[in-house]
């Protein structure tokens, strides 16, 4: 069972480079979420999915953009990396219904522009 | 949103209990309670989840006060593997998002 997996693990980007953060569960979770972290810091919420289609803003969208064009896939896009946005980046996944399950976590990729 | 108060950090020895303590003075009815936590260079794990009622699991217990203004998470006996960030976070029925603050740091002493 993979769970959430994220790809790739490690990345270095020029500033003004473009790249796309993929992120896959296999558990047929409809919601789906994006976090950064910064050193020493707790997550933030950058953009979230409640299903296939539909996708909405978190705390710190700005200079990300995401798609959901199926269950599974929730790509984050950046377009124009700025060295503000050097962090740790996790994607997480979970089943909502009437009640509450636990969010779960990928691996996370690190990311550093240069 | 909903926001938690939790102390920036703490020290528990090895195999005793730790009170992991988390303040959520605005907690609508419709919030849950949940606790994760971050060992270093992984991504965040779920501990333990509730809304009024005490919770026990393998891993933990959570307390909940009974305004729902606060609780505790509770690891029975301490080790070495339990030192990580601990999150309490709240989330809302009607809403699709979490927020996570900056958590407690346990450090576990042998």
């Known amino acids: 069972n993979a769970g959430v997996t994220q790809t790739p693990k490690f990345r270095i980007l020029k500033i003004g480079q473009s790249m796309t953060l993929q992120c896959a569960q296999d558990?047929?979770?409809?919601?789906m979420y994006w976090y950064r972290q910064d050193p020493g810091m707790g997550l933030k919420l950058i953009y979230y999915?409640?299903?296939?289609?539909?996708?909405d803003k978190g705390e710190v969208p700005n200079g990300y953009n995401v798609s959901r064009s199926t269950t599974e896939d929730f790509p984050l896009r950046l377009e124009l990396a700025a060295p503000s946005q050097t962090s740790v980046y996790f994607c997480?996944?979970?089943?909502?219904?009437?009640?509450?399950?636990?969010?779960?976590f990928g691996d996370g990729t690190r990311l550093s522009i240069l | 949103d909903a926001k938690t108060t939790q102390p920036n950090s703490m020290e528990s020895n090895e195999e005793e209990p730790v009170h992991l303590p988390c303040n959520h003075s605005?907690?609508?009815?419709?919030?849950?309670i949940h606790w994760y936590r971050q060992l270093p260079s992984q991504g965040p794990e779920y501990v333990i989840h509730?809304?009024?009622s005490n919770v026990n699991n393998r891993m933990a217990s959570l307390a909940i006060a009974e305004d729902r203004k606060s609780s505790t998470l509770i690891l029975h006996r301490a080790t070495l593997r339990d030192a990580a960030v601990y999150y309490c976070?709240?989330?809302?029925?009607?809403?699709?998002?979490?927020?996570f603050g900056d958590g407690t740091t346990l450090t576990v002493k042998p």
């Open positions: 605005t907690i609508s009815g419709t919030d849950y």
């Open positions: 976070i709240l989330t809302n029925t009607n809403a699709g998002k979490s927020t």
């Open positions: 509730g809304l009024t």
């Open positions: 999915s409640v299903g296939a289609g539909i996708t």
């Open positions: 558990m047929n979770h409809n919601y």
């Open positions: 997480a996944s979970s089943y909502r219904d009437r009640g509450h399950q636990p969010q779960h």
